[in-house]
């Protein structure tokens, strides 16, 4: 009986792929999610960059905290962690936020990303009032 083409030399190859597309689908499906979530936390760190620097010059301009804060969380979101400090001339205001992946191989992976901006004072601001 002769060979077919398709047929290899140890036997049928009846089902091999199959076989070989169960062993690269999940991985296939790994890799996408990863760029999934890599896409979602390079668009937060946008946001929290937005948001610092918004807070920062909030800061600058002679508002209060309260005013940068809100500032702060309606660029960046309301659970977001935000420190301010500063002397003298300058004001430095850091924003934090963590990511969590959502069900799936990912599950329980968490990221923190952080933000952070730094302004100076308006002049008129200043105790001296030069720049």
Do not use: Y
């Amino acid at each position: 009986m002769p060979r077919s083409a398709r047929s290899s030399l140890l036997g049928d190859d009846r089902g091999s792929a199959t076989a070989e597309t169960a062993i690269v689908l999940p991985v296939v499906v790994v890799m996408v999610m990863v760029l999934l979530l890599t896409g979602v936390g390079l668009g937060s760190q946008v946001r929290l960059e937005s948001a610092a620097r918004g807070a920062a010059r909030e800061l600058a301009r002679g508002e209060d905290s309260a005013a940068a804060v809100e500032v702060a969380r309606r660029i960046g979101g309301e659970d977001l962690q935000i420190s301010i400090s500063g002397s003298g001339e300058w004001v430095r205001v850091e924003v934090r936020r963590t990511l969590e992946a959502p069900t799936g191989p990912l599950s329980g992976a968490g990221w923190t990303l952080s933000a952070d901006a730094e302004a100076r004072r308006e002049p008129q601001l200043l105790e001296n009032g030069a720049p």
